[in-house]
């Protein structure tokens, strides 16, 4: 077996692990990145398309926490992780969430200053703009709606760069923090999959992968390291740390932000080639209205969800049909656990009876909010859900979305490694060191104690970059 | 992918996935090939089992029609897991069919 020598490795290639690299890299520490999915150019492939479900996402999509109800999620699997598919939206950690983790997780130097110090640090090499002129109309409708109601509407920040014609581009990953990380002497090895820690005693000594080359075949390689960083996300992170014999706190409360989502169409064609980017706050952080992608495909998932029996005729102007959604922060969590001799770890995810009357309210609220902008008919992910046109037909939906009929998704994971000195509930003490190691740690989603209301990619980032630089001051 | 698998791909796909050269069939045969084993596993044996039943309610060689007149009777079974089935089916048959064009 060939052995690869490196001081720190670090497993994955996400907002967590590309920080993390980037930020030792350029203390002179000799790190390897190793990623578990391919390395794409930025543009291959066109956003929330069938090809880039094919090529970046894990499992090519086809993830579900199972449950009552079950939730499909969706992971990135390629350099960069799941910043290469995510919609971009941008949100500092707010000040409350970072004062209640700190209470109750016992967790040190969380405070708002220092947060704010490494948020600032971070967009200044990820561009943080607004859309430069008009918000597109499918996303001017959610601020339509919410202000005809009297409602907050705000629109979000998103991680672009706009050029001077107004055209966009998502800084992903793989175009800030992962060039940043190779300039600095960064070795990023894209198509390895850690298959399992190596440990001696309190020490990790690094980690058995297994690299997929250009003809397919696969090599089994020993990665030594002094130190090692598991990035991998909060089903993956988790996942490899039981593989490996962690379990103490690893994989329990995983959370995440249940969403349900709803086709609303017009009168008119609408633009479906961004995502939008206005979000109904009225009633966050507990509860937030947003859009999601609506290309061809996902119009004609959401209208078969509620009438399988309409498809042809409605997805013939499709044009006219946006896709929004509700998200809640729940009450409810869930679980990873790795099962042995399989890769991927069994999720599993328990929705509270408050969660599923939380969803409802947003449901109806969503459909205010579409019908007050001008939309005529609205498809709920409800299977046979009532299509409503009026505001007195939204009341159907509560009665509706029962655990049996609903149809819901999730991006946000987290969770499942919480940080702080509370060791009793938490997997890592609070810059990210699995507790009874002496080298290990873990940089990633998996450390946030909750989900947090809003895209975490914000939050995630800053605390990488606080972890690595703690990390160095050791 | 199958027997029961392809029977509901062809039901449901008609004929866009013979437009399309396969690639409707390409691609849910290629999800089930990504999915994690364990949810596979779960899939395989409930195209095992379901594909019995059908089978024998119609005379082994069941059509198109009657296909998917089982799949709407999954949709309504009691158990989650029988209800997830067809849906699962359907939301990948109908992702491939209406995101690529189909000449």
């Given at each position: 077996m060939r052995t690869i020598d490196t001081e720190v490795l670090i497993i994955g290639s996400g907002a967590g692990g590309s920080v993390t690299a980037a930020r030792l890299a350029e203390a002179g520490r000799s790190v390897l990145v190793a990623e578990e999915g391919p390395w794409y150019e930025p543009d291959a492939h066109v956003p929330f398309s069938l090809d880039e479900f094919t090529a970046r996402y894990r499992h090519q999509g086809a993830c579900a926490a199972l449950g009552n109800p079950g939730i499909a999620f969706a992971e990135g699997r390629c350099v960069g992780g799941s910043t290469e598919i995510n919609s971009g939206l941008y949100h500092r950690l707010p000040g409350y969430l970072a004062a209640e983790w700190r209470s109750v997780y016992s967790i040190a130097d969380f405070d708002d200053a220092t947060l704010a110090r490494y948020a600032s640090e971070i967009e200044q090499t990820i561009t943080i703009s607004n859309v430069p002129g008009a918000a597109p109309p499918s996303?001017?409708?959610?601020?339509?709606?919410?202000?005809?109601?009297?409602?907050?509407?705000?629109?979000?920040?998103?991680?672009?760069?706009?050029?001077?014609?107004?055209r966009g581009t998502k800084q992903t990953m793989s175009r800030t923090m992962i060039p940043r990380a190779i300039a600095a002497g960064t070795v990023i090895q894209p198509d390895c999959a850690v298959l399992k820690l190596?440990?001696?005693?309190?020490r990790v000594t690094g980690a058995v992968a297994q690299i997929t080359l250009g003809d397919g075949s696969k090599e089994t390689v020993r990665i030594r390291a002094d130190d090692v960083f598991v990035c991998g996300g909060a089903i993956q992170s988790p996942a490899l740390l039981q593989r490996s014999g962690f379990r103490r706190n690893i994989g329990g409360g995983l959370k995440f932000h249940p969403t349900v989502k709803v086709a609303a169409r017009f009168t008119e064609p609408y633009d479906h080639d961004d995502v939008p980017m206005h979000r109904v706050t009225e009633f966050a952080p507990y509860l937030t209205i947003g859009g999601s992608a609506s290309r061809r495909g996902q119009v004609a998932l959401a209208i078969a969800d509620a009438?399988?029996?309409?498809?042809?005729?409605?997805?013939?102007?499709?044009?006219?049909?946006?896709?929004?959604?509700?998200?809640?922060?729940?009450?409810?969590?869930?679980?990873?656990?790795?099962?042995?001799?399989?890769?991927?770890?069994?999720?599993?995810?328990?929705?509270?009876?408050?969660?599923?009357?939380?969803l409802a309210r947003g449901l109806v609220h969503l459909g205010e909010v579409l019908l007050a902008a001008g939309a005529v008919e609205l498809f709920p992910s409800i299977t046979e859900g009532p299509i409503v046109s009026d505001r007195a037909g939204l009341g159907a939906w509560w009665d509706a979305l029962t655990r049996a009929r609903s149809k819901l998704m999730t991006v946000h994971l987290t969770s499942t490694i919480r940080m702080g000195e509370a060791s009793e509930r938490t997997g890592a003490d609070s810059f990210g060191r699995v507790w009874e190691t002496e080298n290990l740690y873990v940089n990633d989603a998996s450390l946030l104690p909750d989900a947090p209301g809003v895209n975490p990619q914000a939050a995630i980032m800053a605390i990488a970059a606080r972890n690595a630089d703690a990390y160095l001051q050791r | 992918m199958l027997w029961l698998e392809r029977r509901i791909v062809a039901a449901l796909a008609g004929s866009d996935d013979d437009r399309s050269g396969g690639a409707i069939s390409e691609f849910v045969d290629s999800s089930f090939r990504a999915m994690p084993q364990h949810l596979r596993l779960g899939v395989v044996v409930e195209s095992i089992g379901l594909?019995?039943?059908v089978r024998v309610r119609y005379l082994g060689r069941p059509t198109s029609q009657q296909i998917r007149t089982a799949l709407a009777g999954f949709e309504r079974f009691p158990l989650g897991v029988v209800r997830q089935y067809p849906q699962l089916l359907a939301s990948l048959v109908i992702f491939a069919q209406y995101e690529r064009p189909i000449p």
């Open positions: 996303s001017a409708v959610l601020h339509r709606g919410a202000t005809a109601l009297g409602w907050r509407s705000v629109e979000f920040a998103r991680v672009f760069a706009y050029d001077t014609n107004g190596e440990r001696n005693a309190r009438a399988p029996d309409r498809l042809e005729s409605v997805i013939e102007q499709w044009e006219d049909t946006v896709v929004y959604y509700a998200a809640i922060r729940s009450q409810g969590s869930g679980r990873v656990t790795a099962i042995p001799g399989l890769r991927a770890p069994l999720v599993t995810y328990h929705m509270t009876d408050a969660d599923m009357s939380r | 594909g019995a039943y």
